[in-house]
């Protein structure tokens, strides 16, 4: 608790006067509360006011949209798929637009899904398409932080598509929430602390958390429950 400075004409009183208003001075602050210090793990501060209503358009894609995140040979083509523009709350308490590249036939579901995340007011740092990482790079969109949906990529060290590669998963705050397998270190590599999941950062993602609730209620996979790999920011709905 901060005290105030006393204004000048304070100095001319007396000596036993001062010492009397120090006295009750300290002895407020030792009766009133300490407000505790504000740290990365403490959830953002919002406003009171409600926010604004969720909305979510969707759109086609073309393959000269989906840049790097596409190319031929994947295993669906630009015209099964959509880019769904929709809001979500940042970890600065406000909300905010931002697009997902998801598979025409899981529209419905990743709009549900995501419009419960609106409700409950999860953070989510920030929602766009991997293109905007050079060469469509998963590991730097993770190390950002970074929320996406498609990115026509295979699992890691397995050889076969990821359902990322259909437009059937989603990655949640996936610097906060890594992968973890038995072939190599933590991805993305910066997410090391992260793996301690005491933890309560803003965007963590637990098991029977609201969060994954409003996925896994709906009959998505969460890579948490998993034991090799575990993927704490996966969803998938095959």
């Not at 604004?52 to 630009?78: D, K, R, Y």
């Amino acid at each position: 608790m901060r005290t105030r400075r006393d204004p000048p004409f304070a100095r001319r009183r007396s000596v036993g006067v001062l010492a009397g208003t120090i006295a009750v001075g300290l002895a407020l602050v030792q009766c009133a509360p300490a407000e505790p210090p504000r740290t990365p793990a403490e959830p953002p501060r919002v406003s009171a006011e409600s926010p604004p209503q969720f909305s979510a358009t969707v759109h086609p894609v073309t393959a000269a949209e989906l840049g790097a995140t596409w190319h031929p040979g994947c295993p669906v083509e630009p015209s099964q798929l959509r880019r769904v523009e929709l809001s979500h709350i940042g970890f600065d308490g406000r909300t905010h637009l931002g697009q997902l590249v998801v598979n025409q036939d899981r529209v419905p579901q990743v709009i549900d899904a995501f419009e419960q995340l609106y409700r409950i007011r999860y953070p989510i740092e920030k929602i766009r398409t991997v293109d905007h990482y050079p060469g469509a790079e998963d590991e730097l969109s993770m190390e950002d932080n970074n929320t996406s949906a498609f990115n026509c990529r295979d699992i890691p060290g397995r050889g076969k598509w990821s359902y990322h590669a259909y437009g059937r998963a989603v990655d949640i705050n996936p610097l906060i929430n890594p992968y973890l397998d038995n072939t190599g270190p933590v991805q993305p590599k910066n997410a090391a602390m992260f793996l301690d999941r005491t933890r309560s950062d803003p965007g963590m993602l637990h098991d029977g958390d609201p969060a994954v609730r409003a996925f896994t209620d709906r009959g998505w996979r969460w890579g948490g429950r998993w034991t090799s790999p575990i993927d704490y920011q996966h969803f998938e709905l095959p």
